[in-house]
């Protein structure tokens, strides 16, 4: 699970796939209205802040 990877509990883990999905949904939805390009290495980026920005701050949360 990814909580215990991690060192979360199940209620963050349920907030970072949260962020995670917007973040993908949204993206998904101007690439698919032409609003933004797709860029592959901007992407992976913007996915591991938007991954690790909720992570951190979780942890330091709890």
């Known amino acids: ?9 199940i209620k963050g883990a349920k907030e970072v796939f949260t962020a ?3 973040t993908v949904h949204g993206m998904a939805a101007m690439i698919a209205n032409n609003s933004m390009k797709y860029n592959e290495e901007h ?3 913007l996915l591991q802040m938007t991954f690790c ?3 951190n701050e979780i942890k330091r949360g709890e």
């Open 53 to 55: 920005g909720i992570v």
């Open 20 to 22: 995670v999905f917007l």
């Open 1 to 9: 699970m990814i909580s215990s990877k991690i060192g979360i509990d």
């Open 43 to 45: 992407t992976v980026k």
